[in-house]
């Protein structure tokens, strides 16, 4: 079945990066985009970038350009997002989600990454 | 880019029919019809109800109806069960070729 798979929950000291992985099984992989949405405890959904699969182009949320970046590996299908310069803030529950079976709708989500950011 | 607004908390009884707001500007929610909607029980991840403002994805209850006005999109959900109990989001293309989402709405099966 189609299915996003992430990596392990993370604990990160503040200053630190964190790079989570999202497999992708049981479609083509390079048919479609990965978004990425973070949560924090207690708090809503925010968007934090995309990446295209088929030619790896980006577009990052402005608030964390210069810290973040995204990438794939198209022989593995698999999807990687770090986060770099760590502050508490950053601590939340990390998702990957499929994006282009529907404009503008992830229909395929990950199930999640728990990433901790504490000294 | 600021987030959609949405109200904190909705309620209904079971049976009964809730509406959610889901309000931008005209370089998200008015400027495009790519708003979707998520439902989101405690500790899962979020699943997709409605795209394109008002298609709903194969498996999604025909419950569950989307529509849009202007600047501001709206989730109905009729015939309320116990199992709609969420959080629900909305979400947004905007003209940046970014996403955006609402802040969320608790809702609570009297």
């Known amino acids: 079945q189609v299915q996003l798979v992430q990596s392990g929950a993370e604990v990160k000291k503040p200053g630190a990066s964190v790079k989570v992985s999202c497999k992708a099984s049981g479609y083509t992989f390079t048919s479609y985009g990965i978004s990425w949405v973070r949560q924090a405890p207690g708090q809503g959904l925010e968007w934090m970038g995309w990446i295209s699969a088929y030619n790896g182009n980006t577009n990052y949320a402005q608030k964390l350009q210069g810290r973040v970046t995204m990438t794939t590996d198209t022989s593995t299908s698999t999807a990687y997002m770090e986060l770099r310069s760590l502050r508490s803030d950053d601590t939340a529950v990390y998702y990957c989600?499929?994006?282009?079976?529907?404009?503008?709708?992830?229909?395929?989500w990950g199930q999640g990454t728990m990433v901790t950011v504490s000294s | 880019q600021s987030a959609l607004t949405q109200p904190a908390s909705v309620s209904g009884s079971p049976g009964q029919s809730i509406t959610i707001s889901c309000t931008g500007t005209s370089s998200d929610v008015g400027g495009y019809n790519y708003v979707s909607w998520y439902q989101q029980h405690p500790g899962k991840a979020p699943k997709l109800m409605i795209y394109e403002v008002s298609n709903r994805p194969s498996g999604v209850s025909n419950r569950f109806s989307g529509s849009k006005s202007g600047n501001t999109a709206s989730l109905t959900i009729s015939g309320l069960q116990a199992e709609d109990e969420a959080d629900y989001y909305c979400?947004?293309?905007?003209?940046?070729?970014?996403?955006?989402f609402g802040g969320g709405t608790k809702l609570t099966v009297l």
């Open positions: 979400s947004s293309y905007t003209s940046s070729s970014m996403g955006v």
């Open positions: 989600a499929r994006d282009g079976s529907y404009d503008g709708a992830f229909d395929i």
